[in-house]
């Protein structure tokens, strides 16, 4: 590589590392303690700290890691050599309640010496910075050296890593690249020496451990698993700080990192504090608390931290790897992708913070990576890459939902809406009202919770849709989001339940696909669904009635149903069966029960297979409905807050079983998954404001209004069927309307007496749903409808005859042609 315009060097000293390419790359552990960016949107890099060190750096977006991890070692040349992760005792504190600045104060286990670090990104540039303190035993402290072990995996891996140590200005440091990623590593006082190593093999922490000094000082390692390493003589500097400065070149990098080193560390930490004061989270929540608010503070926080600063309004799931000390460059997507149901749940608890620009930042990026067809990829790369492909309607209702919450707020400035609300309304009424995969990201079929949110966004369409003049399309998504309603119970129910003897009709996980069903999975018998994730040998295969999820909560929370309903409060005696799991921390319950998403039963990382464990978001959704039944919710609110690390993160699961110290698992507290889980904190604020509002925040008065009262106080009823040509229905109810639904226009050639007679009705277009035809029915009516479609535009014919039988009441089984038992 050439010197760049002659303003660095690099140095040779003991020439290449051997060993390459180095073991095989691996990430470091999720369970982080803070995530650390400025609040300025001009620096575009993000920070997280894990057992008292910096682990994974993200830059430029916050979905693209550059580094493993970087730790400080300490050896004295000749009796020991200390690492942080094993040989200190620390205590970790935010510099200041409401900015992402940390403190870690750590002491070796002997007693001898003391070392403060300080973590912050710098104010307005892609550098994190590192002041660190060293105090303690002077006879100690004089024959001292530190030593900062660095691990790139710059561009989104380990793997095909290069580094040599460089000389700027007459600076010793680091340089480390890989296709148009740099990072320059280096400290204010310059490093003594520095050794560029391929990990297992030539890297410092092999040379240090093995020899108790630094005994390498090899120049350069190309292409391999790299560490590289550089001294500070701490005999002469007691308080330095280090820089790891990212760029998309070498100047860049080099420069930021200069840059930086140039400005004293207490004049960044001021900006640094200053920009997040001016954002501090509202204290009126911290009423709600039962911690004076210093969760609330960090959530605030977090959920902020997660938004991107190149493609604003985008927010990722978590900036960890979920058991990432097991995986390697293999798995890219980690939990730093968008998914829209949690970015929906983050844009959700902006608003109920007061942050109404926030939301609509996020809107406004949602509607900017919404697919022609009005839908969204399950998740995607910051940039609208999709990652994964399944469909997952709650994906597409819960934009429409924070559509209608920052319309009714008047927050949605000069957008326009309509739009994108009528587009990914459409696709609810071409797949609904079943869906590829529910929220789990796992199985096909009827839900309770994804037709919790696809009946709340329809009703929410037909809102916004309706005020601005359209009100054919508004009748029509209220129709359909009436017919779903109408029959949600018959979808998800089962009358023949196991999980508890005395109560056989509760609420499923999901009901799969019928045969002649969307996303029918011809492989797997009638009334059965797979369960992923399960270890080899264990049983996969389960009838739906033995499956239960907390999902049916999502009726009573948005106001589908109400609080008392039966069959609800019959279904939370089910679940709290299998599912509720008490910790010392407090109460949480599983997903489902047979679930495999989780650490393994031996304590080990999920890797294929597990154990799925308790997640505390679903203390959140009970918490709501015990809000909503006048219940007491401040025992949840504690759970919540000792659910969460030292640092205020909070795990997307924690371990259920008994301890298992080998493992460092313990009950209650933090698994090997994601951590932080951005929608559990937003799960956590928004349950303060609903406690301090007094009133589920996430209720929609539109749908409440029209659902959550007694049937008999309904100023509706639907006696609707709605057919789709890749859904089709055998029957419905006499007196009830039959409606015909086609993406394309369409005329209906249908009798009602066995051809006798045939009756024509032409389709009615009603904007981006397509077209549609009813065909009403008398009161008294018995006996069948059949119809054909024909296509005018193409000169098509749908090419066989449909029928549809007329029964003189409602029917178990009529919403189908074929209907799995359950």
Same mark, same amino acid.
């Given at each position: 590589?050439?010197?760049?315009?002659?303003?660095?060097?690099?140095?040779?000293?003991?020439?290449?590392? *051997?060993?390459?390419?180095?073991?095989?790359?691996? @990430?470091?552990?999720?369970?982080?303690?803070?995530?650390?960016?400025?609040?300025?949107?001009?620096?575009?890099?993000?920070?997280?700290?894990?057992?008292?060190?910096?682990?994974?750096?993200?830059?430029?977006?916050?979905?693209?890691?550059?580094?493993?991890?970087?730790?400080?070692?300490?050896?004295?040349?000749?009796?020991?050599?200390?690492?942080?992760?094993?040989?200190?005792?620390?205590?970790?504190?935010?510099?200041? !309640?409401?900015?992402?600045?940390?403190?870690?104060?750590?002491?070796?286990?002997?007693?001898?010496?003391?070392?403060?670090?300080?973590?912050?990104?710098?104010?307005?540039?892609?550098?994190?910075?590192?002041?660190?303190?060293?105090?303690?035993?002077?006879?100690?402290?004089?024959?001292?050296?530190?030593?900062?072990?660095?691990?790139?995996?710059?561009?989104?891996?380990?793997?095909?890593?290069?580094?040599?140590?460089?000389?700027?200005?007459?600076?010793?440091?680091?340089?480390?690249?890989?296709?148009?990623?740099?990072?320059?590593?280096?400290?204010?006082?310059?490093?003594?020496?520095?050794?560029?190593?391929?990990?297992?093999?030539?890297?410092?922490?092999?040379?240090?451990?093995?020899?108790?000094?630094?005994?390498?000082?090899?120049?350069?390692?190309?292409?391999?698993?790299?560490?590289?390493?550089?001294?500070?003589?701490?005999?002469? *500097?007691?308080?330095?700080?280090?820089?790891?400065?990212?760029?998309?070149?070498?100047?860049?990098?080099?420069?930021?990192?200069?840059?930086?080193?140039?400005?004293?560390?207490?004049?960044?930490?001021?900006?640094?504090?200053?920009? @997040?004061?001016?954002?501090?989270?509202?204290?009126?929540?911290?009423?709600?608390?039962?911690?004076?608010?210093?969760?609330?503070?960090?959530?605030?926080?977090?959920?902020?931290?997660?938004?991107?600063?190149?493609?604003?309004?985008?927010?990722?799931?978590?900036?960890?790897?979920?058991?990432?000390?097991?995986?390697?460059?293999?798995?890219?997507?980690?939990?730093?992708?968008?998914?829209?149901?949690?970015?929906?749940?983050?844009?959700?608890?902006?608003?109920?913070?007061?942050?109404?620009?926030?939301?609509?930042?996020?809107?406004?990026?949602?509607?900017?990576?919404?697919?022609?067809?009005?839908?969204?990829?399950?998740?995607? %790369?910051? !940039?609208?890459?999709?990652?994964?492909?399944?469909?997952?309607?709650?994906?597409?209702?819960?934009?429409?939902?924070?559509? @209608?919450?920052?319309?009714?707020?008047?927050?949605?400035?000069?957008?326009?809406?309509?739009?994108?609300?009528?587009?990914?309304?459409?696709?609810?009424?071409?797949?609904?009202?079943?869906?590829?995969?529910?929220?789990?990201?796992?199985?096909?079929?009827?839900?309770?919770?994804?037709?919790?949110?696809?009946?709340?966004?329809?009703?929410?369409?037909?809102?916004?849709?309706?005020?601005?003049?359209?009100?054919?399309?508004?009748?029509?998504?209220?129709?359909?989001?009436? %017919?779903?309603?109408?029959?949600?119970?018959? %979808?998800?129910?089962?009358?023949?339940?196991?999980?508890?003897?005395?109560?056989?009709?509760?609420?499923?996980?999901?009901?799969?696909?019928?045969?002649?069903?969307?996303?029918?999975?011809?492989?797997?018998?009638?009334?059965?669904?797979?369960?992923?994730?399960?270890?080899?040998?264990?049983?996969?295969?389960?009838?739906?009635?033995?499956?239960?999820?907390?999902?049916?909560?999502?009726?009573?929370?948005?106001?589908?149903?109400?609080?008392?309903?039966?069959?609800?409060?019959?279904?939370?005696?089910?679940?709290?069966?299998?599912?509720?799991?008490?910790?010392?921390?407090?109460?949480?319950?599983?997903?489902?029960?047979?679930?495999?998403?989780?650490?393994?039963?031996?304590?080990?990382?999920?890797?294929?297979?597990?154990?799925?464990?308790?997640?505390?978001?679903?203390?959140?959704?009970?918490?709501?409905?015990?809000?909503?039944?006048?219940?007491?919710?401040?025992?949840?609110?504690?759970?919540?807050?000792?659910?969460?690390?030292?640092?205020?993160?909070?795990?997307?699961?924690?371990?259920?079983?008994?301890?298992?110290?080998?493992?460092?698992?313990?009950?209650?507290?933090?698994?090997?998954?994601?951590?932080?889980?951005?929608?559990?904190?937003?799960?956590?604020?928004?349950?303060?404001?609903?406690?301090?509002?007094?009133?589920?925040? !996430?209720?929609?008065?539109?749908?409440?209004?029209?659902?959550?009262?007694?049937?008999?106080?309904?100023?509706?009823?639907?006696?609707?069927?709605?057919?789709?040509?890749?859904?089709?229905?055998?029957?419905?109810?006499?007196?009830?309307?039959?409606?015909?639904?086609?993406?394309?226009?369409?005329?209906?050639?249908?009798?009602?007496?066995? @051809?006798?007679?045939?009756?024509?009705?032409?389709?009615?277009?009603?904007?981006?749903?397509?077209?549609?035809?009813?065909?009403?029915?008398?009161?008294?009516?018995?006996?069948?409808?059949? *119809?054909?479609?024909?296509?005018?535009?193409?000169?098509?014919?749908?090419?066989?005859?449909?029928?549809?039988?007329?029964?003189?009441?409602?029917?178990?089984?009529?919403?189908?042609?074929?209907?799995?038992?359950?």
């Amino acid at each position: 590589m050439a010197l760049l315009n002659g303003t660095y060097r690099w140095l040779e000293d003991g020439g290449p590392a *051997f060993g390459g390419p180095g073991l095989e790359p691996r @990430w470091t552990s999720s369970k982080k303690d803070a995530v650390l960016t400025a609040y300025a949107a001009s620096s575009r890099i993000w920070a997280t700290v894990s057992h008292g060190t910096l682990n994974e750096i993200y830059f430029p977006t916050i979905d693209r890691p550059q580094t493993r991890d970087m730790e400080l070692l300490f050896s004295d040349g000749e009796t020991f050599c200390h690492e942080e992760k094993r040989d200190f005792e620390y205590d970790f504190h935010y510099i200041d !309640d409401s900015a992402l600045a940390v403190r870690v104060v750590a002491n070796d286990l002997g007693g001898r010496y003391t070392v403060t670090k300080e973590f912050i990104t710098d104010p307005h540039h892609p550098v994190v910075l590192m002041r660190v303190k060293v105090e303690g035993d002077e006879a100690i402290l004089s024959r001292l050296k530190c030593y900062a072990l660095l691990a790139p995996h710059l561009d989104g891996g380990g793997e095909g890593n290069s580094a040599r140590s460089v000389d700027v200005s007459g600076r010793r440091c680091v340089m480390a690249w890989k296709n148009n990623s740099y990072l320059c590593f280096g400290a204010d006082c310059g490093f003594t020496r520095s050794s560029c190593g391929f990990v297992g093999n030539s890297d410092g922490y092999q040379d240090l451990t093995s020899h108790m000094a630094m005994t390498w000082e090899y120049g350069q390692a190309i292409d391999g698993n790299v560490a590289v390493m550089g001294e500070i003589d701490v005999a002469r *500097f007691r308080e330095f700080t280090i820089a790891i400065s990212l760029g998309e070149g070498p100047h860049s990098a080099v420069a930021g990192m200069m840059q930086s080193l140039s400005t004293p560390f207490e004049q960044h930490l001021k900006r640094f504090l200053t920009q @997040w004061q001016r954002a501090s989270a509202p204290e009126e929540l911290a009423d709600a608390s039962t911690d004076g608010g210093r969760l609330m503070r960090i959530s605030h926080n977090m959920i902020l931290a997660h938004e991107d600063k190149t493609y604003s309004g985008a927010f990722i799931a978590s900036a960890s790897i979920p058991w990432g000390n097991a995986k390697s460059d293999d798995d890219l997507g980690g939990y730093h992708l968008v998914w829209t149901r949690d970015m929906c749940h983050s844009a959700g608890a902006m608003l109920a913070c007061g942050r109404v620009e926030t939301a609509l930042r996020a809107l406004v990026y949602l509607a900017c990576t919404q697919k022609p067809d009005g839908g969204f990829a399950q998740n995607f %790369w910051i !940039d609208g890459t999709p990652y994964w492909s399944g469909i997952q309607l709650d994906e597409v209702a819960f934009p429409i939902i924070l559509a @209608w919450r920052i319309w009714k707020l008047g927050g949605l400035g000069k957008f326009d809406v309509l739009p994108f609300v009528s587009s990914a309304a459409a696709f609810l009424t071409r797949y609904a009202p079943v869906t590829q995969q529910e929220r789990w990201e796992e199985n096909a079929g009827y839900s309770p919770s994804t037709l919790a949110a696809v009946i709340s966004a329809l009703i929410c369409a037909s809102d916004i849709i309706h005020a601005h003049g359209s009100d054919e399309l508004a009748k029509f998504l209220e129709d359909y989001a009436d %017919w779903i309603e109408a029959h949600l119970d018959e %979808w998800t129910t089962t009358t023949r339940g196991v999980l508890d003897p005395d109560i056989p009709y509760h609420y499923m996980r999901i009901r799969p696909p019928a045969e002649g069903e969307p996303f029918h999975n011809p492989t797997i018998p009638p009334g059965m669904i797979n369960i992923a994730n399960r270890a080899p040998g264990e049983k996969y295969a389960f009838e739906a009635r033995e499956v239960v999820d907390g999902g049916f909560l999502e009726l009573v929370r948005y106001g589908i149903r109400r609080w008392d309903d039966p069959l609800i409060q019959s279904t939370i005696k089910v679940s709290d069966q299998v599912l509720k799991i008490d910790t010392p921390y407090g109460t949480c319950w599983r997903r489902y029960n047979h679930d495999g998403y989780g650490q393994r039963k031996d304590g080990g990382p999920f890797i294929h297979f597990g154990q799925g464990r308790a997640w505390p978001i679903l203390t959140g959704e009970r918490a709501h409905y015990e809000l909503e039944a006048g219940m007491d919710v401040k025992k949840h609110i504690t759970a919540f807050e000792r659910f969460s690390s030292f640092g205020g993160m909070l795990p997307e699961q924690v371990w259920d079983y008994a301890d298992m110290p080998s493992e460092g698992m313990y009950l209650g507290r933090s698994a090997g998954s994601a951590q932080p889980l951005v929608w559990a904190h937003a799960e956590y604020i928004k349950l303060l404001r609903s406690v301090h509002d007094g009133r589920v925040f !996430d209720r929609i008065s539109v749908v409440e209004q029209r659902y959550a009262v007694p049937k008999e106080k309904r100023t509706f009823e639907s006696r609707m069927e709605i057919f789709q040509t890749g859904r089709p229905i055998s029957a419905m109810v006499q007196g009830g309307t039959l409606r015909i639904t086609d993406q394309r226009r369409f005329r209906v050639l249908w009798t009602a007496d066995n @051809w006798a007679t045939t009756n024509t009705l032409e389709s009615r277009v009603v904007g981006k749903p397509g077209s549609y035809a009813d065909i009403q029915t008398a009161p008294d009516q018995t006996g069948k409808i059949e *119809f054909t479609l024909y296509y005018p535009q193409r000169d098509e014919w749908l090419g066989r005859n449909q029928v549809v039988n007329i029964y003189e009441k409602q029917q178990p089984q009529q919403a189908a042609a074929s209907k799995p038992q359950s």
